[in-house]
């Protein structure tokens, strides 16, 4: 159970570092061709390579330094509308305050209902409530995102994003349609091996208890406990592993995302040749010109 629940730990370890070799190789690209090198004030206002950094997000907000998509999207899951002040959208502001907290309130209320009547239809409502909270919550990210505006097309940054979101939805911004069906193929497979080994883990863990029970009106199952406590262990693990498999595919699909968005950069053509011809050589301190070959590939 410990290493279940150390999962999506890892797994919210892991996307993080995804978001920071965006940030490095955007610093990174911006020293490569800058000439400014010594002015630390052009660097304060522009440096990325933070994972996150709240003078730069609320100096995004303020429109006082450029945004960073990946900064911005970080700091606005929990100061939640931020993208939209800093996209100049203030008029979505109340929609999405409104909604969330519209979510919450009904939520809570509903829950204090089933608590006083132990009805049903309370405990459902309040739940739907909380799940519309978070759907707004999470649009909020998305309208964020896809009115982020960039020079570059794709952006890496948020084709990266785009996957945090929903899974495939990066492979889409990046054109690249056909993987669609293999990711969601694969995280579809991740959910349903998830759900007949959990349903099976806990079939065999009931039996084992059963069959445990010193109750002596608990009627004996035809298993044993120990072929019971066998196949618990081993239905146990195999739901380990699913949750695992899928939480991996999860974050493949967004490094898939990332990477195939930088390369859509890379020019790459059939045309490869090799030529050798004479050339005339001038070394910089020669007194005259000599004559040599020159090897020119082309691809």
């Known amino acids: 159970m410990t290493r279940l629940r150390l999962l999506p730990l890892l797994l919210v370890l892991f996307l993080p570092v995804v978001l920071h070799g965006q940030a490095r190789d955007d610093q990174f690209k911006k020293d490569a061709f800058s000439q400014n090198y010594n002015d630390t004030t052009q660097k304060e206002k522009t440096d990325s390579s933070q994972l996150f950094s709240f003078r730069q997000y609320f100096g995004s907000l303020a429109h006082k330094r450029p945004g960073q998509v990946q900064n911005l999207f970080m700091g606005s899951t929990i100061f939640v509308g931020g993208e939209q002040i800093y996209n100049r959208q203030y008029w979505k502001l109340p929609i999405v305050y409104g909604g969330i907290g519209a979510g919450v309130g009904l939520g809570i209320h509903f829950n204090n209902q089933y608590k006083n009547t132990g009805e049903s239809k309370y405990k459902t409502i309040s739940t739907l409530s909380f799940v519309g909270a978070g759907l707004v919550w999470w649009g909020s990210l998305l309208d964020g995102t896809v009115n982020f505006q960039t020079d570059r097309s794709p952006d890496p940054g948020k084709a990266t994003v785009y996957s945090i979101l929903f899974p495939g939805l990066g492979q889409i911004y990046n054109g690249e349609y056909w993987k669609i069906p293999i990711y969601w193929g694969a995280i579809a497979g991740g959910v349903y091996f998830y759900s007949n080994n959990k349903r099976n883990y806990e079939r065999y863990k009931w039996i084992y208890d059963q069959a445990n029970s010193t109750d002596p009106d608990v ?44 390369m859509q950069d890379f020019e790459i053509d059939d045309d490869i040749t090799l030529r050798v011809e004479p050339t005339v050589i001038t070394p910089d301190y020669a007194q005259a010109p000599g004559m040599g070959l020159g090897l020119t590939l082309r691809f």
């Not at 298993?223 to 406590?229: G, M, P, R, T």
């Open 219 to 262: 009627e004996k199952p035809p298993v044993s406990a120990e072929n019971a406590l066998y196949y618990r262990d081993i239905y146990r693990r195999y739901r380990d592993y699913s949750i695992l498999a899928t939480a991996l595919f999860y974050v493949i699909q967004v490094v898939d995302a990332n990477v195939f968005a930088y």
